[in-house]
Structures are given as structure tokens and as C-alpha cells.
């Protein structure tokens, strides 16, 4: 769902308005889905919740980024990431491949009870 906000003119704390008289809402240099609305940040986050600088916690259940379904915080996951990240982090390439590669793969080739030979692995942009 998409929502349009009419951007209005907002003076600064100074009182001196930006270019042409505008004043985005946010000195960020980010382009939030709103523009007269200031984000606060996450400041970590554990398990399924995500807690915000201004001390509130929410519920995560987006399912989006695969850690933020088994749970933010989680240290197995951690160690995991920490080790691929000391040998190699990522190969994208075509000529040569990496165990982490591999091993994944095998995984879930053998996860199909034989109905899968090979896996193809993506990323966004793929």
C-alpha cells in the first residue's frame, strides 16, 4: 500500500527556511516513506523484539531478513556469521566456490528426499 503526503513548508528550530522556503521534516539523508515524520532508530535488538532508542520494544513478525526469523540476538546464529565472515564472507563468482557454498547446498539437496539434485543459490537483484 502506497500513502501520499502533501509536503508542506517547515521553518527550521532557527527560523530560517531551506531552499526555495522548503524545509524537509528530517535532516536525514535517507528517503523515509515519510518525509514530515522523524524514524527512531533500533538500538538492538533480541529474540522476535526490537527495542528503539526511545526505550519502547515491538514484536518483530515481518519474516523478512532470514535472522529476524530465528531470532535477533540469537548467538548460534552469531558464531556462525562470525566464523564465515574470518574465512570468506561472500563469492559471487562463476569461476570458483567456497565450502560455505557447498555445504549449504548439500543441505538442502538432501532435503528433498531426492527430488532435488542441485540448488541454485540467489540474492536480491538476482
Same mark, same amino acid.
Given at each position: 500500500?502506497?500513502?501520499?503526503?502533501?509536503?508542506?513548508?517547515?521553518?527550521?528550530?532557527?527560523g530560517?527556511? +531551506?531552499?526555495?522556503?522548503?524545509q524537509?521534516?528530517?535532516?536525514?539523508?535517507?528517503l523515509? $516513506?515519510?518525509?514530515?515524520?522523524q524514524?527512531?532508530?533500533?538500538?538492538?535488538?533480541?529474540?522476535?523484539?526490537?527495542y528503539?532508542?526511545?526505550?519502547? $520494544?515491538?514484536?518483530?513478525?515481518s519474516?523478512? !531478513?532470514?535472522?529476524g526469523c530465528?531470532g535477533w540476538?540469537?548467538? $548460534?546464529?552469531?558464531?556462525?556469521?562470525?566464523?564465515q565472515? $574470518?574465512t570468506? !564472507?561472500?563469492?559471487?563468482?562463476?569461476f570458483?566456490?567456497?565450502?560455505?557454498?557447498?555445504?549449504?547446498?548439500?543441505?538442502?539437496v538432501?532435503?528433498? +528426499?531426492?527430488?532435488m539434485?542441485?540448488?541454485?543459490?540467489?540474492?536480491? +537483484?538476482?
Amino acid at each position: 500500500m502506497m500513502v501520499l503526503v502533501e509536503i508542506t513548508p517547515e521553518p527550521h528550530a532557527n527560523g530560517v527556511n +531551506g531552499v526555495n522556503g522548503m524545509q524537509p521534516a528530517l535532516e536525514s539523508a535517507a528517503l523515509h $516513506r515519510d518525509l514530515n515524520r522523524q524514524f527512531l532508530a533500533v538500538e538492538r535488538a533480541e529474540g522476535n523484539y526490537k527495542y528503539l532508542e526511545d526505550g519502547s $520494544r515491538f514484536f518483530d513478525a515481518s519474516g523478512g !531478513p532470514s535472522v529476524g526469523c530465528i531470532g535477533w540476538g540469537n548467538e $548460534r546464529v552469531a558464531r556462525a556469521v562470525y566464523d564465515q565472515m $574470518r574465512t570468506s !564472507p561472500y563469492s559471487g563468482s562463476v569461476f570458483h566456490t567456497t565450502k560455505v557454498h557447498e555445504d549449504l547446498c548439500r543441505d538442502l539437496v538432501d532435503s528433498t +528426499g531426492g527430488e532435488m539434485s542441485r540448488a541454485y543459490i540467489v540474492n536480491s +537483484g538476482s
